[in-house]
Protein backbone atom coordinates (compact mmCIF):
# COMPACT_ATOMS: atom_id res chain seq x y z
CA UNK A 1 0.00 0.00 0.00
CA UNK A 2 0.79 3.42 0.36
CA UNK A 3 0.23 7.48 2.26
CA UNK A 4 0.65 10.40 -0.30
CA UNK A 5 0.30 13.51 2.18
CA UNK A 6 0.45 16.84 0.47
CA UNK A 7 0.39 20.87 1.65
CA UNK A 8 -0.38 23.13 -1.61
CA UNK A 9 -0.20 27.11 -1.57
CA UNK A 10 -1.87 28.96 -4.57
CA UNK A 11 -2.88 32.22 -5.62
CA UNK A 12 -5.66 32.77 -8.36
CA UNK A 13 -7.12 35.84 -10.53
CA UNK A 14 -9.92 34.84 -11.89
CA UNK A 15 -11.79 37.70 -14.26
CA UNK A 16 -15.01 38.88 -12.44
CA UNK A 17 -14.19 37.75 -8.98
CA UNK A 18 -13.69 40.22 -5.76
CA UNK A 19 -10.96 40.81 -3.87
CA UNK A 20 -13.16 40.88 -0.79
CA UNK A 21 -15.97 38.74 0.44
CA UNK A 22 -19.41 39.92 -0.65
CA UNK A 23 -18.16 39.96 -4.18
CA UNK A 24 -20.95 40.11 -6.99
CA UNK A 25 -19.62 37.66 -9.55
CA UNK A 26 -17.50 35.47 -7.19
CA UNK A 27 -17.65 33.52 -3.41
CA UNK A 28 -15.28 35.16 -0.48
CA UNK A 29 -11.36 35.03 -0.96
CA UNK A 30 -10.51 31.55 -0.46
CA UNK A 31 -7.68 30.30 2.14
CA UNK A 32 -5.01 29.85 -0.31
CA UNK A 33 -3.64 26.91 1.13
CA UNK A 34 -4.07 23.45 2.45
CA UNK A 35 -3.10 20.16 2.80
CA UNK A 36 -4.38 16.74 1.51
CA UNK A 37 -3.77 13.56 1.91
CA UNK A 38 -4.75 9.63 -0.24
CA UNK A 39 -4.12 5.72 1.71
CA UNK A 40 -4.66 3.05 -0.56
CA UNK A 41 -4.09 -0.60 1.04
CA UNK A 42 -3.57 -2.99 -2.20
CA UNK A 43 -4.43 -6.62 -1.45
CA UNK A 44 -2.97 -8.89 -3.66
CA UNK A 45 -3.30 -12.89 -5.02
CA UNK A 46 -1.53 -15.24 -7.27
CA UNK A 47 -1.62 -18.82 -8.56
CA UNK A 48 -0.64 -20.92 -11.33
CA UNK A 49 -3.34 -23.78 -12.25
CA UNK A 50 -2.77 -27.33 -12.82
CA UNK A 51 -2.86 -26.56 -16.95
CA UNK A 52 -0.49 -23.54 -16.60
CA UNK A 53 -2.66 -21.13 -16.64
CA UNK A 54 -1.68 -17.76 -13.71
CA UNK A 55 -4.45 -15.84 -12.09
CA UNK A 56 -4.24 -12.74 -10.33
CA UNK A 57 -6.60 -10.93 -8.37
CA UNK A 58 -5.65 -7.20 -7.68
CA UNK A 59 -8.30 -5.28 -4.78
CA UNK A 60 -7.10 -1.44 -4.39
CA UNK A 61 -8.90 -0.06 -1.21
CA UNK A 62 -9.20 3.89 -0.12
CA UNK A 63 -7.98 4.00 3.34
CA UNK A 64 -8.58 7.31 4.12
CA UNK A 65 -9.96 9.09 7.46
CA UNK A 66 -12.98 10.86 6.97
CA UNK A 67 -16.49 11.39 8.94
CA UNK A 68 -18.39 9.12 6.58
CA UNK A 69 -21.42 9.70 4.17
CA UNK A 70 -22.15 13.00 4.46
CA UNK A 71 -19.55 14.62 6.14
CA UNK A 72 -18.54 18.32 6.00
CA UNK A 73 -15.37 17.93 5.87
CA UNK A 74 -14.50 19.20 2.65
CA UNK A 75 -14.62 16.04 0.81
CA UNK A 76 -16.04 15.88 -2.72
CA UNK A 77 -19.81 15.60 -2.44
CA UNK A 78 -19.86 14.67 1.18
CA UNK A 79 -19.25 11.08 0.61
CA UNK A 80 -16.60 8.40 2.38
CA UNK A 81 -13.59 7.01 0.58
CA UNK A 82 -13.18 3.96 2.46
CA UNK A 83 -14.12 2.05 -0.40
CA UNK A 84 -12.40 0.26 -3.07
CA UNK A 85 -11.09 2.09 -5.93
CA UNK A 86 -10.15 -0.86 -8.30
CA UNK A 87 -10.73 -4.59 -8.09
CA UNK A 88 -10.21 -6.85 -10.58
CA UNK A 89 -9.26 -10.67 -11.92
CA UNK A 90 -6.84 -11.39 -14.25
CA UNK A 91 -6.16 -14.93 -16.38
CA UNK A 92 -3.13 -15.13 -18.33
CA UNK A 93 -1.37 -17.98 -20.52
CA UNK A 94 -0.14 -18.21 -24.18
CA UNK A 95 -2.78 -16.84 -25.52
CA UNK A 96 -2.79 -13.41 -23.76
CA UNK A 97 -4.39 -12.23 -20.75
CA UNK A 98 -8.21 -11.73 -19.65
CA UNK A 99 -9.02 -9.20 -17.23
CA UNK A 100 -12.81 -8.75 -15.22
CA UNK A 101 -14.27 -6.15 -12.88
CA UNK A 102 -14.09 -2.70 -11.90
CA UNK A 103 -10.57 -1.59 -13.94
CA UNK A 104 -8.93 0.70 -16.66
CA UNK A 105 -9.75 -0.03 -19.95
CA UNK A 106 -6.76 0.05 -22.44
CA UNK A 107 -7.73 3.37 -23.73
CA UNK A 108 -5.66 4.12 -20.94
CA UNK A 109 -3.55 0.94 -20.22
CA UNK A 110 -2.15 0.73 -23.15
CA UNK A 111 -1.35 4.90 -24.18
CA UNK A 112 1.81 6.52 -23.76
CA UNK A 113 2.28 10.19 -23.31
CA UNK A 114 3.82 12.69 -20.76
CA UNK A 115 3.16 10.42 -17.66
CA UNK A 116 5.64 7.99 -19.06
CA UNK A 117 8.22 10.97 -18.61
CA UNK A 118 7.44 13.07 -15.62
CA UNK A 119 5.80 10.25 -13.36
CA UNK A 120 8.41 9.91 -10.85
CA UNK A 121 9.30 13.57 -10.40
CA UNK A 122 6.98 15.51 -8.52
CA UNK A 123 2.99 14.68 -8.63
CA UNK A 124 3.30 13.77 -11.81
CA UNK A 125 3.41 17.05 -13.60
CA UNK A 126 0.34 17.95 -16.20
CA UNK A 127 -0.84 14.49 -15.35
CA UNK A 128 -0.14 15.12 -11.62
CA UNK A 129 -2.00 16.96 -8.82
CA UNK A 130 -2.05 20.65 -10.45
CA UNK A 131 -5.94 20.59 -11.47
CA UNK A 132 -6.78 19.87 -7.37
CA UNK A 133 -5.48 23.37 -6.68
CA UNK A 134 -6.85 25.12 -9.20
CA UNK A 135 -9.94 26.22 -10.54
CA UNK A 136 -9.83 24.35 -14.01
CA UNK A 137 -13.38 24.30 -14.58
CA UNK A 138 -14.08 28.03 -14.45
CA UNK A 139 -15.46 28.07 -18.18
CA UNK A 140 -18.69 26.72 -17.84
CA UNK A 141 -19.01 25.76 -21.50
CA UNK A 142 -16.35 23.73 -21.85
CA UNK A 143 -15.01 20.27 -19.94
CA UNK A 144 -11.33 20.15 -19.15
CA UNK A 145 -10.18 16.83 -18.20
CA UNK A 146 -6.35 15.08 -16.92
CA UNK A 147 -4.38 14.10 -19.97
CA UNK A 148 -5.22 10.22 -18.87
CA UNK A 149 -8.74 10.22 -18.79
CA UNK A 150 -10.27 11.97 -22.28
CA UNK A 151 -13.16 10.59 -21.35
CA UNK A 152 -13.18 6.88 -21.09
CA UNK A 153 -15.77 5.11 -18.88
CA UNK A 154 -12.89 5.15 -15.85
CA UNK A 155 -13.79 2.11 -13.29
CA UNK A 156 -16.53 0.81 -14.18
CA UNK A 157 -17.14 -2.88 -14.79
CA UNK A 158 -15.27 -3.84 -17.93
CA UNK A 159 -13.99 -7.01 -19.86
CA UNK A 160 -10.30 -6.39 -21.04
CA UNK A 161 -8.56 -8.54 -23.37
CA UNK A 162 -4.75 -8.27 -24.76
CA UNK A 163 -2.63 -10.29 -26.65
CA UNK A 164 0.85 -11.44 -26.04
CA UNK A 165 3.56 -8.97 -27.72
CA UNK A 166 4.73 -10.04 -30.78
CA UNK A 167 7.49 -8.24 -32.24
CA UNK A 168 6.64 -5.49 -30.24
CA UNK A 169 3.35 -5.32 -30.92
CA UNK A 170 0.30 -5.62 -28.56
CA UNK A 171 -3.32 -5.26 -29.33
CA UNK A 172 -6.18 -5.27 -26.63
CA UNK A 173 -10.22 -4.28 -26.02
CA UNK A 174 -12.11 -3.35 -23.93
CA UNK A 175 -16.13 -3.43 -23.24
CA UNK A 176 -17.98 -1.60 -20.08
CA UNK A 177 -21.96 -1.63 -20.25
CA UNK A 178 -21.73 1.80 -18.87
CA UNK A 179 -19.79 4.20 -16.57
CA UNK A 180 -21.91 4.08 -13.64
CA UNK A 181 -22.40 -0.04 -13.27
CA UNK A 182 -20.45 -1.64 -10.50
CA UNK A 183 -21.75 -4.81 -9.65
CA UNK A 184 -25.91 -4.13 -10.42
CA UNK A 185 -27.83 -6.78 -12.88
CA UNK A 186 -30.65 -4.50 -13.47
CA UNK A 187 -29.98 -1.00 -14.92
CA UNK A 188 -32.95 1.38 -16.71
CA UNK A 189 -33.34 1.70 -20.33
CA UNK A 190 -35.03 4.67 -20.16
CA UNK A 191 -35.05 7.57 -22.97
CA UNK A 192 -37.11 10.62 -20.83
CA UNK A 193 -35.88 13.53 -22.90
CA UNK A 194 -32.28 15.51 -23.15
CA UNK A 195 -31.63 15.45 -19.90
CA UNK A 196 -31.67 12.00 -19.08
CA UNK A 197 -28.80 10.44 -21.10
CA UNK A 198 -26.67 7.63 -20.07
CA UNK A 199 -23.61 6.10 -22.07
CA UNK A 200 -23.81 2.42 -22.70
CA UNK A 201 -21.66 0.10 -24.33
CA UNK A 202 -18.54 1.11 -23.93
CA UNK A 203 -16.12 -0.43 -26.68
CA UNK A 204 -12.25 0.76 -26.45
CA UNK A 205 -9.61 -0.90 -28.37
CA UNK A 206 -6.01 -0.18 -29.23
CA UNK A 207 -2.30 -1.36 -29.77
CA UNK A 208 1.15 -0.54 -28.74
CA UNK A 209 4.68 -1.14 -30.14
CA UNK A 210 7.78 -1.30 -27.79
CA UNK A 211 11.19 -1.88 -28.74
CA UNK A 212 14.69 -1.40 -28.53
CA UNK A 213 17.24 0.28 -30.77
CA UNK A 214 20.80 0.56 -29.26
CA UNK A 215 20.60 2.85 -26.26
CA UNK A 216 17.19 3.98 -27.20
CA UNK A 217 13.70 2.55 -25.57
CA UNK A 218 10.76 3.15 -28.08
CA UNK A 219 6.96 3.06 -27.06
CA UNK A 220 4.09 4.27 -29.78
CA UNK A 221 0.51 4.12 -29.05
CA UNK A 222 -2.99 4.57 -30.88
CA UNK A 223 -5.74 4.20 -29.17
CA UNK A 224 -10.24 4.78 -29.31
CA UNK A 225 -13.12 4.74 -27.72
CA UNK A 226 -16.78 4.58 -28.32
CA UNK A 227 -20.16 4.56 -26.74
CA UNK A 228 -24.01 4.87 -27.73
CA UNK A 229 -26.27 6.97 -25.68
CA UNK A 230 -29.86 5.61 -24.38
CA UNK A 231 -31.09 9.08 -25.19
CA UNK A 232 -31.76 9.39 -28.99
CA UNK A 233 -31.52 12.93 -29.11
CA UNK A 234 -27.37 13.12 -27.75
CA UNK A 235 -24.73 11.80 -29.61
CA UNK A 236 -22.72 8.43 -30.03
CA UNK A 237 -18.89 9.54 -28.22
CA UNK A 238 -16.13 8.86 -30.16
CA UNK A 239 -12.64 9.65 -29.13
CA UNK A 240 -9.15 8.19 -30.26
CA UNK A 241 -5.45 9.36 -28.97
CA UNK A 242 -2.35 8.80 -29.86
CA UNK A 243 1.09 8.68 -28.15
CA UNK A 244 4.89 7.74 -27.88
CA UNK A 245 7.80 7.71 -25.09
CA UNK A 246 11.91 7.59 -25.60
CA UNK A 247 14.11 6.60 -23.39
CA UNK A 248 18.10 6.99 -23.63
CA UNK A 249 19.99 6.71 -20.52
CA UNK A 250 18.46 8.61 -17.92
CA UNK A 251 16.21 10.76 -20.22
CA UNK A 252 12.95 10.19 -20.96
CA UNK A 253 10.37 12.33 -23.34
CA UNK A 254 7.10 11.19 -23.73
CA UNK A 255 4.14 12.97 -25.62
CA UNK A 256 0.21 12.86 -26.41
CA UNK A 257 -2.86 13.93 -28.81
CA UNK A 258 -6.38 13.22 -27.91
CA UNK A 259 -8.96 14.06 -30.24
CA UNK A 260 -12.86 13.96 -28.80
CA UNK A 261 -15.00 14.05 -31.84
CA UNK A 262 -18.30 13.85 -30.12
CA UNK A 263 -19.31 13.29 -25.91
CA UNK A 264 -22.74 12.64 -24.13
CA UNK A 265 -22.81 16.18 -23.46
CA UNK A 266 -24.21 16.74 -26.74
CA UNK A 267 -27.42 17.01 -28.71
CA UNK A 268 -27.30 16.20 -32.26
CA UNK A 269 -27.99 19.78 -33.15
CA UNK A 270 -25.28 20.97 -32.02
CA UNK A 271 -22.16 22.00 -33.26
CA UNK A 272 -18.63 23.49 -31.94
CA UNK A 273 -18.37 20.90 -29.36
CA UNK A 274 -15.51 19.09 -30.29
CA UNK A 275 -12.45 18.68 -27.71
CA UNK A 276 -8.94 18.45 -28.48
CA UNK A 277 -5.52 17.67 -26.02
CA UNK A 278 -1.68 17.61 -26.37
CA UNK A 279 0.88 17.09 -23.47
CA UNK A 280 4.67 16.45 -23.49
CA UNK A 281 7.11 15.87 -20.77
CA UNK A 282 10.85 15.26 -20.37
CA UNK A 283 12.01 13.66 -17.33
CA UNK A 284 15.39 13.04 -15.93
CA UNK A 285 16.96 10.91 -12.90
CA UNK A 286 20.03 11.34 -11.29
CA UNK A 287 20.92 8.82 -8.66
CA UNK A 288 18.41 9.00 -5.72
CA UNK A 289 16.88 12.53 -7.84
CA UNK A 290 14.07 12.93 -10.43
CA UNK A 291 13.39 16.13 -12.22
CA UNK A 292 10.59 16.55 -14.70
CA UNK A 293 8.85 19.70 -16.54
CA UNK A 294 5.83 19.22 -18.51
CA UNK A 295 3.05 20.84 -20.35
CA UNK A 296 -0.60 20.23 -21.69
CA UNK A 297 -2.91 22.12 -23.66
CA UNK A 298 -6.60 21.36 -23.91
CA UNK A 299 -9.19 23.40 -26.44
CA UNK A 300 -13.06 23.01 -26.21
CA UNK A 301 -15.50 24.95 -28.49
CA UNK A 302 -18.02 26.69 -27.10
CA UNK A 303 -20.57 24.81 -27.61
CA UNK A 304 -23.31 26.25 -30.21
CA UNK A 305 -21.44 29.52 -30.14
CA UNK A 306 -17.91 31.02 -31.68
CA UNK A 307 -14.73 30.24 -30.51
CA UNK A 308 -12.48 28.02 -28.80
CA UNK A 309 -11.90 28.06 -25.26
CA UNK A 310 -8.37 27.03 -24.29
CA UNK A 311 -6.41 25.77 -20.73
CA UNK A 312 -3.03 24.91 -20.19
CA UNK A 313 -0.37 24.49 -17.47
CA UNK A 314 3.27 24.34 -17.32
CA UNK A 315 5.00 21.92 -14.48
CA UNK A 316 8.35 21.73 -12.69
CA UNK A 317 8.38 18.97 -10.35
CA UNK A 318 11.45 16.77 -8.89
CA UNK A 319 11.50 13.55 -6.36
CA UNK A 320 14.39 12.66 -3.70
CA UNK A 321 14.35 9.13 -2.96
CA UNK A 322 15.46 8.17 0.78
CA UNK A 323 15.06 4.85 0.02
CA UNK A 324 12.67 2.15 1.83
CA UNK A 325 10.13 3.23 -0.07
CA UNK A 326 9.96 6.91 1.58
CA UNK A 327 9.74 9.74 -1.09
CA UNK A 328 10.25 13.68 -0.49
CA UNK A 329 8.89 16.07 -3.64
CA UNK A 330 7.61 18.84 -4.43
CA UNK A 331 5.96 20.52 -7.32
CA UNK A 332 5.78 24.52 -8.85
CA UNK A 333 3.09 24.70 -11.71
CA UNK A 334 1.65 27.78 -13.95
CA UNK A 335 -2.33 27.22 -15.29
CA UNK A 336 -4.33 29.45 -17.06
CA UNK A 337 -7.93 29.35 -18.78
CA UNK A 338 -9.01 31.55 -21.78
CA UNK A 339 -12.64 31.68 -22.45
CA UNK A 340 -14.25 32.08 -26.11
CA UNK A 341 -17.35 33.79 -26.63
CA UNK A 342 -19.55 36.71 -24.88
CA UNK A 343 -19.10 35.37 -21.39
CA UNK A 344 -15.34 34.42 -21.90
CA UNK A 345 -13.83 37.84 -19.70
CA UNK A 346 -16.15 36.28 -16.60
CA UNK A 347 -14.26 32.64 -16.98
CA UNK A 348 -10.72 33.32 -17.31
CA UNK A 349 -8.78 32.53 -14.67
CA UNK A 350 -4.67 32.38 -13.97
CA UNK A 351 -3.29 30.75 -11.04
CA UNK A 352 0.59 29.36 -9.74
CA UNK A 353 1.22 27.14 -7.16
CA UNK A 354 3.35 25.18 -5.07
CA UNK A 355 2.85 21.63 -4.22
CA UNK A 356 5.29 20.03 -1.14
CA UNK A 357 4.49 16.49 -0.15
CA UNK A 358 5.93 13.32 1.24
CA UNK A 359 4.50 9.66 0.63
CA UNK A 360 6.03 6.07 1.67
CA UNK A 361 4.98 2.64 -0.61
CA UNK A 362 5.29 -0.61 1.10
Known amino acids: GGMDFQMGWTTQDREGWSPTPGGVQGPATERGYSMFQRTVININATDTTDSGMKWAFKLN ?53 SKDATKSAGTGGADGSWNRWFNRKSIGTSRFETSTTAHDSTTSSRINYVTPRFAGFQAGVTYAMDRTTIGRFREPESNAGVSANLEKN ?13 DFDVGLSLVGVTAGNTNDLKVDQKTYSTGFVVGYGDWKVGGRYSNEIRNDALAKTDFNGGYNQWDLGVGYDLGPWAFAVSTMLQQGGVVNGTGTATQQVFAF ?33 EGTGLITGVRVKF
Not at 202 to 214: D, L
Not at 320 to 349: F, I, P, Q, V
Open 202 to 214: FWQAGVNYVNKFG
Open 317 to 349: GTTYDLGAGLALYGELWHARNKGAGAASSTSNN
Open 61 to 113: LNADADGGPNASNGLKDGTARDAADKVSLDLSDAWGSVSVGADYGVFRTMNFG
